[in-house]
């Protein structure tokens, strides 16, 4: 079956820095792109960072860039994103999912979510 998995989310000050990881179970992440998403309530899910299979390469929306950061471990068969400079309008359920590229596909195998809460 397959599955991902995100861990690491929690409650967070303003400023403050939380590591989310997106774990595979039933296939490689070798080939695949992955995708972290949010949804904050009320509010639609959008899109985070995307890191492709081929390079690594990476994208960002423009309200995390140069805050978080996507990276990836093979070996590991984990994604991860460094979340740094946490804001209080960053606080959602953080979902990955997995698609053959980071756009021009739907991505698929979501994971169960992690919550992010920033305040003080």
């Known amino acids: 079956q397959l599955q991902l998995v995100e861990s690491g989310g929690g409650l967070v000050q303003p400023g403050g820095s939380l590591r989310l990881s997106c774990a595979a179970s039933?296939?490689?992440?070798?080939?695949?792109?992955v995708g972290w998403f949010r949804q904050a309530p009320g509010k639609e899910r959008e899109g985070v960072s995307c890191?492709?299979?081929?390079?690594?390469?990476?994208n960002y929306a423009d309200s995390v860039k140069g805050r978080f950061t996507i990276s990836r471990d093979n070996a590991k068969n984990t994604v991860y994103l460094q979340m740094n400079s946490l804001k209080p309008e960053d606080t959602a359920v953080y979902y990955c999912?997995?698609?053959?590229?980071?756009?021009?596909?739907?991505?698929?195998?979501w994971g169960q979510g992690t919550q992010v809460t920033v305040s003080s």
């Open positions: 999912a997995a698609a053959p590229d980071c756009s021009g596909y739907s991505f698929g195998s």
């Open positions: 039933g296939f490689t992440l070798d080939y695949i792109a």
């Open positions: 890191i492709r299979s081929s390079g690594g390469s990476t």
